[in-house]
Each structure stands twice: as structure tokens, then as C-alpha cells.
């Protein structure tokens, strides 16, 4: 079973997490969402270009 736990921090920056936990005690993480930080501090930019994507179809194949 993954579960998956929500963090927020004193200067209001949001985090989504997966860790794992073994013997009662954390060791590494599955998965890091960073939501939102109040100072944009990320260590990668998220992109921002929410614009319409030139050349995008989708393939669709009917099974039989």
C-alpha cells in the first residue's frame, strides 16, 4: 500500500510526499510534489506555458 501525505511548512510552501518508511522511520522518498512555495525558491522552474500545443493528436485504436 502507497500513501501519500501533505506537508505544509511555516512560510506556507505546500508539499505533497510519498516517503518511505521502514522499521518506523523514514529512509528516502517514492515521490516529492512541491505545490507552492511563497518565495519561488524551486530547485527546477516549473514551466508555465499553459498555451494550446501545435501538432498534437491523439492516436485512437478500436479493439476488436
Known amino acids: 500500500m502507497t500513501e501519500y501525505g501533505h506537508t505544509v511548512?511555516?512560510?506556507?510552501?505546500?508539499?505533497?510526499?510519498?516517503?518511505v518508511i521502514e522499521k518506523g522511520k523514514y529512509v528516502d522518498w517514492i515521490e516529492r510534489i512541491y505545490i507552492?512555495?511563497?518565495d519561488s525558491d524551486w530547485e527546477?522552474?516549473?514551466d508555465t506555458d499553459t498555451g494550446p500545443i501545435d501538432d498534437?493528436?491523439?492516436?485512437?485504436s478500436f479493439k476488436d
Open 36 to 38: 507552492y512555495s511563497p
Open 56 to 60: 498534437f493528436e491523439i492516436q485512437f
Open 9 to 19: 511548512g511555516l512560510d506556507g510552501s505546500v508539499e505533497l510526499s510519498c516517503p
Open 44 to 46: 527546477a522552474a516549473p
